[in-house]
T-cell receptor, first 113, second 114 residues
């Protein structure tokens, strides 16, 4: 049974600070990793994808992957109130790609103005 | 370009009735996925289509659930004899191909079974 674990939060961060979101996964065969943002009542929106160890930066967002530790993180720099949402970590085994994304239950992030 | 579209956006049905949910993927995307999100719960994978290959139905929760896709276009998810526990948001996603490619979600269909 593949599992993706996230701290449910809420994680409260002051505006302008760095928000750090963490995720661990159980399946060592996982090859592809994603962060989605989900506002209340809305569908998930893809923020970042990462496939190899190390850091990947896109604007204010940085994804970090450590396959040896089975750990993925998302950093949000200069946090804004509009970043307040639930952040979902998702993984997929691209060896087959046939069983869809496995999602964590999400971390609720609150950016305090 | 247009994103993934789903219809209806909301559906209220009586227990025991059949419902059909529709998904129109992003043009050119060969892979299509259905997920379910119950209130306050995580997303749960249901079924996956890749091109004209037989779908992977491994996530379907019961034989009351079925799905079809015509080629690389529209998909329909059918739930027969709906039960109250089927109440959820049903989300469709598409990607260019499988093998770990990025998936983009539609707005979802909120199903309420009374």
């Amino acid at each position: 049974q593949k599992e993706v674990e996230q701290n449910s939060g809420p994680l409260s961060v002051p505006e302008g600070a760095i928000a750090s979101l963490n995720c661990t996964y159980s399946d060592r065969g996982s090859q592809s990793f994603f962060w989605y943002r989900q506002y209340s009542g809305k569908s998930p929106e893809l923020i970042m994808s990462i496939y190899s160890n190390g850091d990947k930066e896109d604007g204010r967002f940085t994804a970090q992957l450590n396959k040896a530790s089975q750990y993925v993180s998302l950093l949000i720099r200069d946090s804004q109130p509009s970043d307040s949402a639930t952040y979902l970590c998702a993984v997929i085994d691209s060896g087959g790609g046939a069983d869809g994304l496995t999602f964590g239950k999400g971390t609720h992030l609150i950016i305090q103005p | 370009g247009a994103g993934v579209s789903q219809s209806p956006s909301n559906k209220v049905t009586e227990k025991g009735k059949d419902v059909e949910l529709r998904c129109d993927p992003i043009s050119g995307h060969t892979a299509l996925y259905w997920y379910r999100q119950r209130l306050g719960q995580g997303l749960e994978f249901l079924i996956y289509f890749q091109g004209n290959s037989a779908p992977d139905k491994s996530g379907l929760p019961s034989d009351r659930f079925s799905a079809e896709r015509t080629g690389e276009s529209v998909s329909t998810l059918t739930i027969q004899r709906t039960q109250q526990e089927d109440s959820a948001v049903y989300l469709c996603a598409s990607s260019l191909w499988t093998g770990g490619n990025e998936q983009y979600f539609g707005p979802g269909t909120r199903l309420t079974v009374t």
